[in-house]
């Protein structure tokens, strides 16, 4: 990506490596299972006693997994109801999905309401709180200096995004908060999505186009009286078919909206 970001890609959420004279510091880490990976990524990288800060993006365990692993001495940093969410059992159940506490090292030791700032390695990182998105604990990454942006869960590309309405996500705030990120960036902007490849601006109107659209597809279908199911078999217009490839299928999404509304 550049000379002091590195972009790391396995098997859940991407990471995101700031390597440089401060030593290493990572968006997210992935499942548990694959922390055997992530270190020997990290060894390439300058090492995981180089390992300063691990930032978490939300509480969901592929991006929140290595947390255990890689916890121990090293400043863990999100938004307070990330830490409140790890620090107890959790449901998914749209994944049929049950999490037990994490280990104390494991839990943000660093959390923050609102806003954070990191300086590290030459860079000014920014930590924002973007509320009842994707989750209720969801974040967004600046790189201020490397105009680079790690978009968290708020980002799935190019497909429809899975939103966690047990965690307290919204797709339409979700949406809302894509254009408030938008309006941050410009064209020379890097995005990093939470999962899907790197991409820039151009990629990130895109998606905020189809999120903007297809709600509004969803909520007419809603106003003309049709159940979830009616409007799941009616679905969505041709032109959205091409965002239906990711593990969110279309009628996931349009029951998310349903029930975001």
């Not at 990191?118 to 990182?125: A, G, K, L, R, V």
């Not at 790690?150 to 809302?176: E, K, L």
Request: no cysteine; aromatic share 8%; hydrophobic share 40%.
């Amino acid at each position: 990506m550049n000379d002091s970001i590195t972009l790391l890609q396995g098997k859940g959420g991407n990471i995101a490596v700031s390597h440089g004279s401060d030593g290493l510091l990572i968006i997210d880490d992935d499942y548990a299972d694959m922390s055997d990976s992530l270190k020997q990524q990290l060894a390439e990288l300058g090492g995981g006693s180089e390992l300063k800060y691990i930032l978490n993006t939300h509480w969901h365990s592929d991006h929140t997994g290595s947390n255990d692993a890689l916890g121990k001495g090293v400043a863990i940093v999100a938004h307070d109801n990330v830490r409140k969410r790890l620090s107890s059992p959790q449901e998914v159940p749209f994944f049929n999905m049950v999490t037990t506490a994490q280990a104390k090292h494991a839990l943000p030791s660093l959390t923050y309401p609102d806003a954070m700032n990191i300086h590290f390695n030459d860079e000014s990182i920014r930590l924002e709180h973007y509320p009842n998105g994707h989750t209720d604990g969801d974040s967004v990454v600046f790189f201020e200096s490397s105009n680079v942006v790690h978009m968290g869960d708020h980002m799935f590309y190019p497909m429809f995004p899975f939103v966690d309405i047990s965690s307290d996500g919204n797709v339409v705030n979700f949406a809302n908060n894509v254009g408030k990120v938008l309006a941050k960036v410009n064209d020379a902007t890097v995005v990093i999505p939470g999962h899907g490849p790197l991409t820039d601006k151009k990629g990130l109107t895109t998606y905020h186009q189809m999120l903007m659209q297809t709600i509004a597809e969803v909520k007419a279908m809603k106003a003309e009286g049709l159940s979830v199911k009616q409007a799941q078999a009616r679905g969505l217009s041709p032109k959205w078919q091409e965002w239906n490839g990711g593990f969110i299928k279309q009628e996931n999404y349009i029951a998310f909206i349903y029930q975001s509304l």
